[in-house]
Antibody
Framework: QVQLQESGPGLVKPSETLSLACTVSGGSISTYYWSWIRQPPGKGLEWIGYVYDTHSGSTNYNPSLKSRVTISVDTSTNQFSLKLSSVTAADTAVYYC??????????????WGQGTTVTVSS | QSVLTQPPSASGTPGQRVTISCSGSSSNIGSNTVNWYQQLPGTAPKLLIYHNNQRPSGVPDRFSGSTSGTSASLAISGLQSEEEADYYCAAWDDSLNGYVFGTGTKVTVL
């Protein structure tokens, strides 16, 4: 059974880069769409983007975050990662990684990590 | 601000049927399939319905999804206390070229 686990610093300073990793266990990282989603405290879910094709590392990002986001995959460690630059307090959220089987998520995101809380503060 | 609009809250007594609406547009629900997620307090979201009306293995058939034009609905029949949670619709948006979540609906079991 595939499991996802997020990891990374829980505290990031304003203007710095947030970096998180998601480790995929119990299955292959190939042929799926690996997403990051976030949820600010007391608010709803926001899709950040996904990486697909472990060879070319093709990506698709939320237009509202595109200028600051990089999602990449490392097949040697079965991990994919998120980098969000120039963070502000508005980026404080629980960050989730998740798996999808279709580029438009016609089958939904069927496996989720437990989430990791990131606070942006000096 | 989300492009998929849901009522902020819904409620019912145990055993009742509760319906949650999700209003979108031609670029999302009108042209792509809808998924629904359940988020129990303090936990990660869980896929509840995919492809408008399909249930993943393990999801009770008391949960059902439907679509009509640019709107979607989730129905919970035989509401149980452990189903008190936040529910989100989601769909791909062709105009935004991204995946959008609904505003979320908190279901309370009275």
């Amino acid at each position: 059974q595939v499991q996802l686990q997020e990891s990374g610093p829980g505290l990031v300073k304003p203007s710095e880069t947030l970096s998180l990793a998601c480790t995929v266990s119990g299955g292959s990282i190939s042929t799926y769409y690996w997403s990051w989603i976030r949820q600010p405290p007391g608010k709803g879910l926001e899709w950040i983007g996904y990486v697909y094709d472990t060879h070319s590392g093709s990506t698709n990002y939320n237009p509202s975050l595109k200028s600051r986001v990089t999602i990449s995959v490392d097949t040697s460690t079965n991990q994919f990662s998120l980098k969000l630059s120039s963070v502000t307090a508005a980026d404080t959220a629980v960050y989730y990684c998740a798996r999808g089987a279709h580029r438009h998520f016609y089958y939904g995101m069927d496996v989720w990590g437990q989430g990791t809380t990131v606070t942006v503060s000096s | 601000q989300s492009v998929l609009t849901q009522p902020p809250s819904a409620s019912g007594t145990p055993g009742q049927r509760v319906t949650i609406s999700c209003s979108g547009s031609s670029s999302n629900i009108g042209s792509n399939t809808v998924n629904w997620y359940q988020q129990l307090p303090g936990t990660a979201p869980k896929l509840l319905i995919y492809h408008n009306n399909q249930r993943p293995s393990g999801v009770p058939d008391r949960f059902s999804g439907s679509t009509s034009g640019t709107s979607a609905s989730l129905a919970i029949s035989g509401l149980q206390s452990e189903e008190e949670a936040d529910y989100y619709c989601a769909a791909w948006d062709d105009s935004l070229n991204g995946y959008v979540f609904g505003t979320g609906t908190k279901v309370t079991v009275l």
